[in-house]
């Protein structure tokens, strides 16, 4: 009878030879495959499936319209837009230089799930709930969660809007009015006929961050008040974008410009056509073959004669994009702290850092909506300074090694390319990079600190104190409380100890203060949320486990005596002995 069953499960017909009596098939030959495999990975509402994002909106936003918009936006990620998600991720962008007969058309084809994302951004509104400011300080934590849902699923397309999102707050806060008023309220539209996005062409074979020496690009002046620009743009994002800002040197009669940041102007340019069907003063030489962001046009242009219309005074062109800079960052860190979140929701690896980005983030992003409602307080304002640079860097590392773990989880399968995963993590290895690598940013930390006289040190402690006073009756986060206050006392002593030395020694250490600053400030956020009357034990349990971790790396290098001047050398022949 047992015989009878194994041949009934495994055979449809017996297998028969001349002269052999018939045989019972074994379960692997031919396309038998065996019964088990492995489940794929479901993903479902984000927003539901998201205990600490709806608990965080209960108590800062309870508007039940939000709450409806983000279940409802969440099943439509589920259910239509991830698949849109993976197209975009099959189907690259590809670059048409020429048409049938030989003319110069510089066509950058996308997918159809692409365009359908331009659409269902202006649908949705994510852009433009930042600025229709509907629920005044809190719009940003409103948009931010709708964005930080959506990101993962996106095929990338929070890359042009956040860039998008960049230049409105750029022309917004340079006044808007003629010739950008059209473009301010195209950037802004829920409609999807009138919604643009906007390129954001700032580097140059010289170098990213470095815009003051990299900038070669010309901007000469026409009889009209507009500019034609000269230059080559070696790394152009989102460039099937319908407008971009961009950085350029005014030449004077006699064809000088002036050098470094003080000759820099930020200029508007339309990206348009002419009627023989060419790109008007642009030339695409290439799209880049990147690691990740596949999904996404990147591209080498030539600036050929291109109009704009310069946007800052002239010469202020560096000090004109510190908004755009500051809402490009925190986009950045929504990507991380959700790139994170996703994957966490599909096993079940990194929640504390996935939990503890979110915190930080949010909190930036709430700061954000304060200062533009006009009811920050100097408190608020210096931390949003201090913390934009520190929730970029610390979220796009912390993005990196979460989403490793979370593939490995996941076995060989998290190898396999047809699954998606692999893609996860080339696509999470740019948030380290983009706007400002660790160093950069963490020197922008440094830079910060300095320019307000330390007053942004000052706001961080009295900030972060408040925090814990909030909690000191509860028993049950004491050692929580205990850590992040014996932390931030040795990094009021690593501050005031470095202040007597010279500027290397900051330097050195601003990578692990910068972490510091990071990890006592999100611990301080973990505590305060599990605080509020509607916090849960599991929230309680993360403020402990976070807590648990070195809180502050840079007073615990001090004492190893890793930012001597005596240690640089030795490191430095440390690393070149290994490459002999």
Avoid at 435 to 455: F, I, K, P, Q
């Amino acid at each position: 009878m047992m015989n009878q069953c194994i041949y009934t499960l495994f055979c449809i017909s017996p297998i028969q030879t001349v002269g052999v009596e018939p045989c019972h098939a074994l379960p692997f030959t031919r396309a038998r495959i065996g019964s088990f495999f492995q489940e794929r990975p479901e993903l479902k509402n984000p927003f539901l499936e998201d205990a600490l994002l709806r608990g965080y909106l209960r108590r800062h936003l309870p508007h039940q319209a939000v709450f409806s918009d983000l279940c409802a936006f969440g099943e439509r990620v589920c259910k239509e837009v991830d698949g849109w998600g993976r197209e975009c991720e099959v189907t690259p962008p590809r670059l048409v230089h020429f048409d049938p007969w030989g003319r110069r058309v510089d066509h950058i084809v996308t997918s159809p799930a692409w365009k359908r994302m331009k659409d269902l951004s202006a649908q949705e509104g994510l852009v433009a709930i930042g600025y229709e400011r509907s629920y005044g300080e809190w719009s940003r934590v409103y948009q931010m969660s709708k964005l930080y849902i959506y990101s993962p699923s996106s095929g990338l397309y929070t890359c042009p809007l956040a860039m998008t999102d960049g230049a409105a707050k750029v022309i917004q806060s340079l006044g808007v009015s003629r010739p950008v008023e059209e473009a301010f309220s195209r950037l802004t539209s829920r409609q999807p006929e009138s919604f643009w996005t906007s390129g954001q062409w700032m580097t140059e074979r010289q170098g990213g961050s470095d815009v003051a020496s990299g900038t070669e690009t010309v901007a000469v002046p026409q009889t009209d008040g507009w500019y034609k620009l000269h230059g080559f743009k070696w790394f152009t994002s989102a460039t099937d974008a319908d407008m971009t800002l961009t950085l350029a040197r005014v030449q004077d009669r006699t064809g000088a410009t002036t050098p470094g940041s003080k000759g820099l102007s930020l200029f508007y340019a339309e990206v348009s056509r002419g009627e023989d069907g060419r790109l008007r003063g642009i030339e695409v030489q290439r799209l880049k073959d990147k690691l990740g962001t596949r999904q996404m046009p990147t591209a080498e242009l030539l600036l050929d004669g291109l109009p704009a219309h310069r946007l800052s005074e002239e010469g202020r062109g560096v000090a004109s994009i510190a908004n755009m800079l500051t809402i490009t960052r925190i986009h950045n860190s929504v990507s991380a702290a959700a790139a994170m979140r996703r994957q966490v929701t599909l096993d079940i690896e990194g929640g504390p850092f996935s939990s503890g980005a979110f915190l930080l983030m949010m909190d930036v992003c709430r700061l954000l909506g304060r200062e533009e409602c006009g009811v920050a307080t100097q408190l608020d304002s210096h931390l949003l300074r201090l913390l934009t640079p520190v929730v970029k860097l610390y979220t796009g590392k912390q993005a990196v090694a979460v989403v490793s773990e979370c593939l490995e989880s996941f076995g060989g399968q998290g190898y396999i390319e047809d699954t998606g995963l692999p893609g996860i993590l080339r696509d999470a290895q740019v948030l380290s990079i983009w706007e400002g690598t660790t160093n950069v940013l963490s020197l922008d930390v440094l830079r910060c600190m300095a320019r307000s006289s330390g007053m942004v040190v000052h706001a961080y402690f009295s900030h972060v104190k408040s925090l814990l006073a909030g909690a000191s009756s509860v028993s049950s986060l004491a050692p929580a409380v205990k850590a992040v206050d014996s932390a931030l006392s040795e990094l009021e002593g690593f501050v005031q100890a470095a202040a007597s030395r010279g500027p290397g020694y900051l330097q050195l250490s601003a990578r692990d203060l910068a972490y510091s600053l990071a990890r006592i400030y999100t611990g301080a956020l973990f505590i305060d949320h599990a605080c509020w009357e509607g916090a849960s034990p599991s929230d309680t349990y993360a403020a402990l486990r976070w807590c648990e971790q070195d809180l502050c790396p840079v007073s615990t290098n001090q004492r190893r005596g890793h930012y001597d001047s005596s240690t640089t050398p030795l490191d430095a022949a440390l690393v070149f002995d290994c490459l002999r």
